[in-house]
């Protein structure tokens, strides 16, 4: 039997073919490692995130818009005085009305205005319904309801700008690239709801609606404090004066609001001013303090915090009130007949309802609700 001899030639060819493989190896590593590298700083920026899924869920519903699958014929804008106080799902099932709100706690005019060009960048509504209830926030803005609304909106132009508008002392806009410099602290404060929740969230609201089903009735409020100035800072108006222009340059019908809510005081003077602006802009201004009978609202049963806001009940009520005439003067469809639109809705519905059953059994159970409300426990 005879070896088969191997030349030096044929060795040196074969080092030569190995050459390549083994000078790509470091350059793989390197991407490997930086790959590790990025996930594991998103990893832990995620989870040092505030998640909003349990207790104080509103800064979810920023993000919460961008999953929506279907169109929006009207767009609610604003704080609480929206989020709380109108059901959309009411308005569809009640007027086919396909409607959002993207509102946040605190919501200033200027982050509404950059809100509705972020929205038009994808749809266009036929109504845009705007609260005025935070023309009295824009003196001193807070950081902690910038971070609510502004961290979960989509990079964007439209988000900067935002930013920029709304940055309080000691805030850097770099820290809303990298959120992980604003909460680098949170370790101490993590729990499961933060593990559970890295990479996915829950949906928690209801096209924007933050729906609560227990009642306390409302009470007796302080008199109302007069005050030495009762003009709105100028960057408010200003912005919401932009915003007026920028819908109506779309041809968007624009509503303004408030809600029917008696507390914080909504002064005359202020009522006054707004009233001047949607006469300068020929655009509709509904008070609904002054249509509480109208309404059908009974604030013994209508409120869940004592007259601060509507519960579902009273979110129902308002959404029927605003909802005939919008139906009435707005040219909307029924988007019940869209097929596609209400398999959708089939789900909103349900989802609606399951909320709802599941508080008021926590209410029978326990008295009070324990998995929802800013006291839900984790």
Known sequence: MTEKTVSQEEIKDQGRNDKPARSLLPQVLI????????FLFIFVQNLLMPKYQRGVIEGSFSEEYYKEKVPHEVIFYGDCDVYENYSPIELYQKYGISSYIRGNAEQYMWQTYYMIKDTLRTETPKVIVISVHGLQSGTKPKEAYNRMTLDGMK???????????????????????FPVLRYHDRWSEL????????????????????????????????????????????????????????????GIKVVLV?????????????????KDLAK??????????????????????DTYDA??????????????YIGAWLKDNCDLKDMREDPAVSAVYSD???FY????????SEISNYGQLVNYGANAIE
């Not at 729990?191 to 007796?220: A, I, L």
């Not at 008696?262 to 707004?274: F, G, M, T």
């Not at 303090?289 to 049963?301: A, Q, R, T, V």
């Open 353 to 360: 309802e399951k909320m709802r059953d599941d508080q008021l």
């Open 31 to 38: 991407l490997l490692g930086l790959a590790l590298a990025i």
């Open 155 to 177: 990079w964007s132009p439209d988000k900067v700008n935002a930013i920029n508008e709304s940055m309080t002392d000691g805030e850097t806009f770099l820290s809303y690239v």
């Open 280 to 301: 300068e802009y020929d655009v509709p201004y509904f008070n609904y303090i002054e249509h509480i009978d109208d309404i059908g609202l009974d604030m013994s049963k």
């Open 191 to 250: 729990t499961k709801t933060d593990w559970d929740h890295v990479f996915s969230k829950d949906q928690v609201s209801h096209n924007g609606y933050y729906m609560r089903c227990d009642v306390m009735p409302q009470g007796e409020f302080p008199p109302a404090v007069p005050l030495m100035d009762y003009s709105f800072d100028e960057k408010s108006m200003a912005y919401l004066a932009k915003s007026i222009e920028l819908c109506q340059s779309k």
């Open 307 to 320: 007259g601060l806001h509507l519960n579902i009940y009273g979110a129902e009520k308002l959404a029927d």
């Open 348 to 350: 909103k519905i349900s």
């Open 258 to 274: 408030h809600a029917p809510i008696l507390y914080p005081v909504w002064y005359d003077e202020w009522d006054a001013q707004v």
